[in-house]
């Protein structure tokens, strides 16, 4: 991951929680700013961690001389009760860095956790679990690989870098054949993806089918038939209506991909804690 954005980031981050006075709480207790601490972040849930370069910065950005070492590396599985984070340096600091560093370490080790879930549910079947564009503003790259730290695979980063003609696009320009012939004289060695919403919609893409094929909001009988259709000359998404409940019984029908935006969006936070564990006061 890129330093100057999660730099940048974070930044975002502490000043929504700091604003311009700064953790008045703690400023008002120890003003002069010699107090050492040491503390250490521990998990109260099991779960796969991501993250990790996130808590480092945080501390980082507020002061620089702190040390921050991680027991667990990201991808690696934890349990309750499991030191994630030895910190050692200004107790200021640490107080003013503690929830910011929580909650991205809580929503991207969610996200990782989950994500591993899906994973290991689809595993016998060969079947890759895919991210989508529905994350949360200004975090989707953090997101995305935390779904690649669970396993996961990521679809399109943004409009930028991949093709997916959508139900909207076709609404627009009606005839999807065209839509693909176009696209590939103007996109020459691009992947296209076309999202169709029924089998009548995929009857009409059979003579050129695209590179993938989205089957969206389909039931499973219609998977199931629309990879009769497909017959292998293209691969195959499925997206939309996705539960967990769901993923290994669309698995078993022969499709290549299964997109969900649960890992990202609603993926359960995994709690940690912060320990302040002995203080001193100190020289600064």
């Not at 679809?155 to 012939?181: C, M, W, Y």
Request: aromatic share 6%; charged share 30%.
């Amino acid at each position: 991951m890129n330093w100057s954005f999660i730099e940048k980031v974070v930044k975002l981050a502490l000043e929504e929680d700091l604003g311009a006075r700064g953790d008045l709480t703690t400023s008002a207790l120890f003003p002069d700013d010699g107090w050492r601490a040491q503390a250490e972040i521990i998990a109260r849930q099991r779960g796969v961690l991501a993250g990790q370069d996130l808590v480092k910065a945080v501390f980082k950005v507020l002061d620089d001389r702190i040390m921050v070492e991680n027991e667990v590396e990201n991808g690696d599985e934890f349990t309750v009760g499991q030191r994630i984070f030895l910190i050692e340096g200004s107790l200021k600091t640490v107080l003013e860095g503690e929830r910011t560093a929580l909650n991205f370490l809580s929503h991207l080790s969610g996200i990782a956790t989950f994500t591993r879930k899906c994973v290991q549910e689809v595993k016998p079947f060969g079947v890759l679990i895919r991210d989508t564009r529905k994350t949360h503003p200004g975090i989707r790259l953090l997101e995305k690989e935390a779904v690649k730290i669970g396993g996961g695979t990521n679809h399109r980063s943004g409009l930028f870098d991949g093709v997916l003609v959508k139900d909207n696009h076709l609404k627009a320009f009606q005839n999807p054949v065209e839509a693909i012939t176009r696209i590939r004289k103007t996109l020459p060695g691009w992947e296209i993806e076309v999202e169709v919403e029924s089998l009548e919609q995929l009857r009409k893409l059979l003579p050129q089918l695209p590179d993938v094929v989205m089957l969206d909001n389909f039931g499973d009988e219609e998977i199931e038939e629309a990879v009769k259709l497909i017959d292998g000359r293209a691969k195959i998404e499925v997206s939309g209506g996705v539960t967990f409940e769901r993923l290994r019984k669309i698995a078993s029908l022969g499709v290549d991909y299964i997109s969900l935006s649960a890992i990202t969006m609603a993926a359960p936070p995994v709690d940690f804690s912060l320990e302040v564990m002995a203080v001193q006061k100190g020289i600064d």
